[in-house]
């Protein structure tokens, strides 16, 4: 009962959170001087039709309350530019961009979970040696070292002069098409993981508890496994729930560089395009994506470490 009151104001929380980020971003972009449909052999009067024709003449305040009222029944507008007359929703899904850098961003998070947590648990286990040695600087160079320069690498070495993998990536249906974008945007999250399951496991590892299942005869492996890294998996837990909102809707420097045609690519040509609805769509997908996660990862919480008080006096 306890869960279930916390979960559902949490829920009612994130639909604010998702109302006041639709807000900011539909009047700051609107804010921007100039017409998607601006051009340099469009009048005026062309530019004062396009606007009536899809309600862009009418006050921002109206145009807000019609395009909530729209998302409610599933209508997120259609391009005004890009694709014009195409439904944002048939944009997003139905051309299999989100899909396309969902597919990416979950293979990128499984690789930088399954590697960076057991990294993290030797360093631990092996603190101060050679091995924590280099694997403390191996992640912090993992971590330093920008998404661009890392595909640039990866394009060069293994692309260009060995040749084991193809240049550009949209032909994602072949397995190797995905080796370099998913490693590259595993990298940094994997470092990042391992450094953070380090550090708590440092911590678990010097409590009483831990001593006692020593003092008790417990194996190094039970002790590791099932006591210092469930305790330990908070700090990663946190870390995941915006990562794999931010992962799944793609890195934008990397589909570019790999010519992956998802939903990151697309969105910066919506900006450039001054397309309003896309823009709007992808927004307020990936806030969507961010705030259910965040969700997740509160309820998560409660079921790793069940000494959690996960409702707070007064609230």
């Known amino acids: 009962m306890e869960l279930f009151t916390y979960t559902i104001k949490r829920i009612i929380v994130s639909i604010g959170t998702l109302l006041l980020v639709t807000a900011i971003t539909f009047f700051l972009m609107n804010a921007i001087p100039g017409s998607p449909f601006m051009t340099d052999k469009s009048t ?126 949209n032909d994602l249906p072949n397995f190797a098409s995905y080796v370099m974008p998913v490693f590259t945007l595993a990298l940094s999250p994997m470092c990042r993981i391992a450094k953070l399951t380090r550090t708590s496991m440092l911590d678990a590892i010097n409590q009483d508890y831990i001593r006692t299942a020593r003092a008790k005869g417990v194996t190094t492996k039970v002790v590791l496994f099932k006591h210092a890294l469930r305790n330990s998996l908070i700090p990663v837990i946190t870390y995941l729930g915006p990562l794999t909102a931010g992962i799944i809707t793609g890195a934008l420097v990397v589909e570019q560089i790999y010519h992956i045609p998802g939903l990151g690519n697309y969105f910066v040509s919506s900006i450039l395009n001054r397309d309003y609805p896309v823009i709007m769509g992808t927004t307020v997908l990936l806030a969507v994506l961010i705030i259910f996660m965040n969700l997740v990862v509160d309820i998560a919480y409660k079921i790793v470490d069940p000494r959690i008080n996960i409702t707070k006096k007064g609230e």
């Open 44 to 169: 005026p009067e062309q530019i004062a039709l396009a606007n009536a024709k899809y309600g862009l003449d009418k006050p921002l305040v109206v145009q807000f309350g019609n395009y909530l009222k729209n998302y409610l029944h599933g209508d997120m507008g259609v391009s005004l530019k890009m694709q014009e007359g195409t439904p944002v929703t048939r944009i997003l899904f139905g051309q299999g961009k989100f899909t396309l850098s969902m597919k990416i961003g979950l293979w990128a998070l499984l690789v930088a979970v399954v590697i960076g947590i057991p990294l993290g648990v030797l360093s631990a286990y092996y603190r101060g040696g050679w091995l924590d040695s280099i694997l403390r600087v191996l992640t912090t160079v993992g971590i330093a070292l920008p998404s661009f320069v890392i595909a640039t690498l990866m394009l060069f070495e293994f692309a260009v002069q060995l040749g084991w993998l193809p240049v550009q990536s």
